[in-house]
């Protein structure tokens, strides 16, 4: 039919003119033409309910966002080698949501570039390079960057100046034990990989982690489940990266950033994904010394980022998570989508794990409870079964068989309702 064959076209557009291999969500893709707020309209007029989305922080096209862009688009756009107020009123705005000593920052395009900046941070501070991460991990697409991520290893492999540490699985702790046990076990990995380093040539510069665990599948972690790692890093002299382009804007419900969850203040935090709604923004916030030091060093200037229309949007968007109360509608709203999830639990056997917090949550599913022998294939069928059904998810974790939920943030008790009994549907029909 039109359907499948208009389809098909773009397909083979999109291989002729981006290449192959750049993958696509669901066996059927999906070809999307509007959205607003949680749903989405394919070309057909047919609406989805957006699950998976944490970009479009405060829903897809919010007004508020949508007219500051316009405004400030249509009044000036440059780079940052002219004053402007657009640039310090955001930072102003944003350092004050940190601790104190997280007081300025540097405006990107992107999470990677941020990244890749609190790296280089990292060596200008300690004068070294080595650099620790965790095994499942991803933090961005820079040569440099693309060093740390796990999914695909980087031609000529991992630089010597690389560890991986096991990253943290609340439902197979590493020695089987939870509680302090289990924080043991990942503070012991992190000075192993310490000792390895200050052993060779490149020395330990930094431990750079998402406080979330968020590409990991976001592991229930108990109060305090970092200390002894950061302790551990910064006795060695090494920064502590928190990549907060996953949990970072309150998604999570109970903070305005993943770390101040986890109860530490990291000495670089790097920012991206949902700050400016789908504009292209990210940033790196740190002290102001050591930003001092990393600019002295580098000269960085990035064309354009910090650019008064980037700052509009990302402005915009902490007006709205604050006028809609969003970060306690994630707390909400995330807790009530749980405990819909326990009961499907109860009812599936294939649903493991019920894990998350806020509005980032998923369920993990397994071949046998008591095994926990993880199911990928049978997330990847509920994902596409889901998708068939109306609403968009998808998956993450270690073994690839958690869902990933991560809606916009104005995702509401009736959305999670249609949610969860299109989920009973799919899980009822296998
Ligand atoms: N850090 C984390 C934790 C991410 O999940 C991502 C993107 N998925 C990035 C960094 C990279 O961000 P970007 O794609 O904006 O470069």
């Not at 503070?187 to 040539?201: D, F, G, Q, R, T």
Request: proline share 5%; hydrophobic share 40%.
């Amino acid at each position: 039919d039109d359907e499948m064959s208009d389809k098909a076209t773009l397909l083979a557009r999109r291989e002729r003119l981006l290449g192959r291999n750049m993958s696509l969500f669901y066996q059927d893709p999906v070809h999307l033409v509007r959205g607003e707020g949680v749903w989405l309209w394919d070309a057909d007029g047919r609406r989805y309910l957006d699950c998976y989305n944490n970009v479009p922080h405060v829903g897809h096209c919010h007004p508020r966002v949508v007219e500051a862009i316009a405004r400030q688009a249509s009044t000036l756009n440059t780079h940052t080698r002219y004053l402007h107020e657009g640039i310090l009123d955001y930072v102003e705005r944003l350092t004050s949501t940190f601790d104190h000593r997280l007081n300025a920052g540097i405006l990107t395009c992107t999470g990677s570039e941020a990244n890749d900046i609190a790296l280089r941070m990292a060596q200008v501070v300690t004068g070294r390079t080595g650099v620790i991460a965790t095994n499942h991990t991803y933090h961005g697409n820079t040569a440099a960057v693309s060093q740390l991520s796990t999914r695909m290893p980087p031609v000529g492999g991992y630089g010597g100046h690389v560890r991986h540490v096991p990253a943290p699985d609340s439902y197979r702790p590493l020695g089987g034990a939870l509680g302090e046990a289990f924080s043991a076990a990942f503070a012991a990995e992190v000075e192993k990989a310490i000792a390895s380093l200050e052993e060779s040539p490149h020395g330990f510069s930094a431990l750079i982690i998402d406080p979330f665990f968020a590409n990991e599948g976001f592991p229930d972690l108990p109060a305090g489940f970092l200390d002894a790692a950061v302790a551990a890093v910064h006795k060695a002299g090494g920064l502590i990266i928190a990549d907060e382009v996953q949990p970072g804007f309150g998604r999570t419900g109970t903070h305005m950033w993943g770390h101040q969850r986890a109860g530490i203040v990291p000495d670089v935090v790097t920012l991206g994904k949902p700050m400016a709604n789908g504009h292209p923004v990210g940033g790196v916030i740190a002290n102001v010394d050591t930003l001092n030091a990393f600019r002295k060093a580098f000269r960085y200037f990035n064309t354009f980022g910090g650019n008064p229309v980037s700052c509009a949007a990302a402005m915009a968007v902490l007006d709205v998570i604050e006028d809609e109360g969003l970060i306690e509608n994630a707390r909400a709203v995330g807790e009530y989508t749980r405990s819909g999830f326990a009961r499907l639990a109860a009812k599936h056997a294939v649903i493991g794990d019920v894990r998350g917090s806020g509005l980032f949550m998923g369920t993990e599913f397994v071949l046998d409870r008591a095994t926990k022998e993880p199911g990928p294939e049978l997330a990847a069928t509920v994902i596409n079964e889901m998708r068939k059904r109306g609403v968009l998810m998808g998956k993450i974790g270690i073994y690839q068989c958690a869902t990933k939920i991560r809606p916009p943030m104005p995702f509401s008790r009736e959305h999670a309702d249609l949610m969860l009994s299109t989920l009973d549907d799919v899980l009822s029909s296998l």
